[in-house]
């Protein structure tokens, strides 16, 4: 079992940052694909980043260039720096560990982008 918690969203202007956390607990997550997901009120859960065990990353086609996934495997904690926001990143933001047959998720953290 692997335990994810995200902290870190809030509320921002358009066009600033925020670095959202996974801190993850049970299991390194050295093994782990780990990705970041959103969804949106109404809309369905999307994904945004990914970063392999390998440490390949891949990002959605609207935050390449503005979003960057990276993972501590030290501290056991996954990242996602958000830059440039936009009103359309609004949504609730879910970390995901996979390996194999078992996926795990947080329980999400709120980011508003709003002036």
């Known amino acids: 079992q692997v335990q994810l918690v995200e902290s870190g969203g809030g509320l921002v202007q358009p066009g600033g940052s925020l670095r959202l956390s996974c801190a993850a607990s049970?299991?390194?997550?050295?093994?782990?694909?780990m990705a970041w997901y959103r969804q949106a009120a109404g809309k369905q859960r999307e994904s945004v980043a990914t970063i392999s065990s390998d440490g390949i990353t891949e990002y959605e086609d609207s935050v390449k260039g503005r979003f960057t996934i990276s993972r501590d495997i030290a501290k056991n904690t996954m990242y996602l720096q958000m830059n440039s926001l936009k009103p359309e990143d609004t949504a609730v933001y879910h970390c995901n560990a996979q390996w194999t047959i078992f996926s795990y998720w947080g329980q999400g953290t709120q980011v508003t982008v709003s002036s």
């Open positions: 049970g299991r390194r997550i050295g093994p782990y694909t």
